[in-house]
């Protein structure tokens, strides 16, 4: 499975983006895609994860209320809507792909990241 995130970018606090993770390859053999995020200095941190079907969603405290993930199987792709941006939510964002969990450890597959700025 190869993944693609987009969508990253320059934004001033309290803007939007939205991120976009395209897979390809054995998609059949992932249940859960995932967000995850590192900020400069820091460890990765898990940010959201949604099931394959039914909609249920993980999310981190920090993202909760502001940020929705959301994903379109027939286009083996996942979003994450990021609203109200503050300058601590700057990082490379990640997603990842495997079973439906906020461990880290346990997604097999992962993108590139893409560069989010929050300016203040």
């Known amino acids: 499975v190869q993944l693609q995130a987009s969508g990253g970018g320059l934004v001033q606090t309290g803007g939007s983006l939205r991120l976009s993770c395209a897979a390809s390859?054995?998609?059949?053999?992932?249940?859960?895609m995932g967000w995850f995020r590192q900020a400069p200095g820091k460890e990765r941190r898990f940010v959201a994860a949604?099931?394959?079907?039914?909609?249920?969603?993980y999310y981190a405290e920090s993202a909760k209320g502001r940020y929705t993930i959301s994903r379109d199987n027939a286009k083996n792709t996942v979003y994450l809507q990021m609203n109200s941006l503050k300058p601590e939510d700057t990082a490379v964002y990640y997603c990842?792909?495997?079973?439906?969990?906020?461990?880290?450890?346990?997604?097999?597959?992962w993108g590139q990241g893409t560069l989010v700025t929050v300016s203040s």
């Open positions: 990842a792909a495997g079973p439906f969990t906020v461990v880290e450890a346990l997604y097999p597959y």
């Open positions: 390859g054995r998609t059949s053999s992932v249940y859960g």
């Open positions: 949604i099931g394959r079907n039914d909609g249920n969603a």
